[in-house]
């Protein structure tokens, strides 16, 4: 018997007003995604990807269709519902990072754990997660210390550090080179492999898309069959 | 809900979860240290004006009060006419009546003067010296000593300090060269003080006078005294020296006690439009850290938390500053114009200017809190 989808959309499209044009970012999008999945969505600019991403973390709501996130319906909630979504269910990893500047890259986790209602103490796995990271040694420092990695490899551990269903990534290799890339990929593939964390990715480079289980290609905010 | 009810609901470690939020309130207020000490310094300055202007008006009143006090006098009978707050700014009494009141039941002393104002808040107070020293104890010289020609005057030391003045010196007021005589010790009805019959004529009030001060054989009785004078002399204002200092507060004085709220009202305006502007450029710098934690799933009322965090920061600290900033108005009044205002420290007025401060400042907040609060977390997120 198959199990529910924890992503799982149904003719999912948005729709911007700019100005006095409307914009299409999406057109008509289905796709699942299976627990302990890793996913990447694979497009280039424009290409409604970031759309995509947006919609699934609850950062916007959908146009029309539906946008089932661990069992909740996403077309019909209100913004605090969305919010707790964010709060409980999503991870997210930025391409620039997102780190607040004027706190070190440990109470950039904790202020996270706070708001998730998790108190501010790590436990013992968290802390293996932190070494996993390789942060652990630098997470008294605030992120102009950190190189574009290490603050990528902080912004992981931010996401992480609820325990959420499904981690978003937008770009997370975007501002990084190869070598860091590489290491942040491999990190993520580590992540989905011993703790079974659900990856959805956002990328436009095929070779990193070639670390998640499964790519599905966007075009002019369709999926690709 | 508040994360601070949020944290007593759920139970968790409240006390190490408000030292993450101090420290990203504190974190926030280092990122822009200038625009935080030009928030703090105009806050100070908000306090600092309220509380000299109030130290001000108490402090001068009261020494009004306590130079009143220093007469020795019990009763003060002043023209018809006029009213106990009123300034006395022409001499329209005969000086017989010193001894009409004299010939008065339980009347021990009187003694007449005449005020001759002159710039700002200072007056050339004509005095009988002899009825005077008799009546008051007599000033208490640090140099030099009494009048002995019409043209001498004394003055007291703060006025002598402020215009650096000491016996010998001479100074030019209403059209007229006076030498100092004598220079004494303050708290005796007035700044600066002449020969009684000097001033008249000089003043052209030959033989009149402003005030009359009326000592009694038992001061207890001074108001039933009063009453008896006020039967017999009508339309002469006669007060008890002690109903008179009441007067002399701010309470008292409607029209200063008004001068005072709207000063109150300006510098809360004041305070409110710069931390208005403080807080929304700070909500505008930061639109994209406001998307991150909005996007990490940061409630509303949390992200209104720190900004009213740092507000409140910035109001108790420039309470305090502005508090201090009091302490140097009082010090520059003491060495720069000791003969004119008394500025006294009105500790009961730190916690009311404190509020103030503080409302004016959360008021200012409310605009920017909701500007980010309302902030949509994808467009802030793109927000460079």
Known sequence: MNETPIIEVRQLTKTYRVGEVDVHALRGVDIEVQKGEFIAVVGTSGSGKSTLFNVLGGLTPPSTGSVHIGGKDLSHMTNAERTNLRKDTVGFVFQKYNLLPTLSAEDNIKIVKYIGGHGIDFDAPFNEVLRLLGIAERLKHKPRALSGGQQQRVAIARAIVNGPAILLADEPTGNLDSQNSAAVLNLLKDLNQRLGQTILMITHDEEAASYAHRRVHMRDGQLLP | ?384
């Open chain 2, 1 to 384: 809900m508040l994360p601070l009810l949020s944290s007593l609901r759920s139970g968790a470690p409240l006390y190490n979860e408000q030292v993450l939020l101090n420290k990203l309130t504190f974190a926030n207020l280092g990122h822009r240290p200038v625009r935080t000490l030009l928030s703090i310094l105009a806050i100070a300055v908000e306090v600092t004006m309220i509380l000299t202007l109030v130290g001000v008006s108490n402090g001068t009143l009261h020494e009004s009060a306590r130079r009143a006090r220093g007469t020795g006098a019990d009763i003060l009978v002043r023209p018809p006419g006029t009213s106990a707050m009123s300034s006395v700014s022409s001499a329209p009494m005969s000086d017989k009546l010193v001894d009409v009141f004299r010939a008065e039941p339980h009347v021990v002393m009187v003694t007449g003067t005449i005020v001759q104002p002159l710039e700002l808040f200072d007056t050339l107070t004509g005095l009988n010296m002899d009825e005077f020293a008799k009546m008051s104890g007599g000033f208490r010289f640090v140099q030099g000593g009494l009048p002995t020609q019409d043209t001498d005057l004394i003055i007291d030391e703060p006025y002598a300090r402020e215009k650096h003045l000491q016996v010998g010196s001479t100074l030019k007021l209403i059209s007229r060269e006076w030498h100092v005589s004598g220079v004494y010790e303050p708290g005796k009805l007035a700044r600066i003080c002449a020969r009684l019959e000097a001033l008249q004529q000089f003043t052209a009030n030959a033989h009149h006078l402003s005030q009359i001060y009326v000592k009694v054989d038992d001061s207890n009785q001074a108001q039933a005294i009063v009453d008896s004078l006020r039967a017999k002399y009508p339309g002469y204002q006669i007060y008890t020296l002690e109903y008179y200092t009441s007067f002399l507060s701010v309470s008292s004085l409607g029209l200063l006690r008004n001068f005072i709220y709207v000063v109150i009202g300006v510098a809360m305006i004041v305070g409110f439009i710069v931390v208005f502007m403080a807080m929304y450029t700070a909500v505008l710098e930061r639109t994209r850290e406001i998307g991150i934690l909005k996007a990490v799933g940061s409630s509303s009322g949390l992200i209104l938390n720190m900004l009213l965090r740092e507000t409140l920061l910035l109001a108790v600290i420039g309470t305090g500053v502005g508090i201090l900033l009091t302490y140097l108005t009082q010090w520059l009044m003491v060495h720069f114009a000791p003969g004119g205002m008394t500025q006294e420290t009105v500790y009961k007025w730190w916690p009311i200017t404190g509020v103030i401060a503080i409302t004016g400042s959360l008021i200012g907040a409310i605009i920017p809190g909701i500007k980010a609060v309302r902030q949509d977390a994808t467009e802030a997120l793109s927000y460079e």
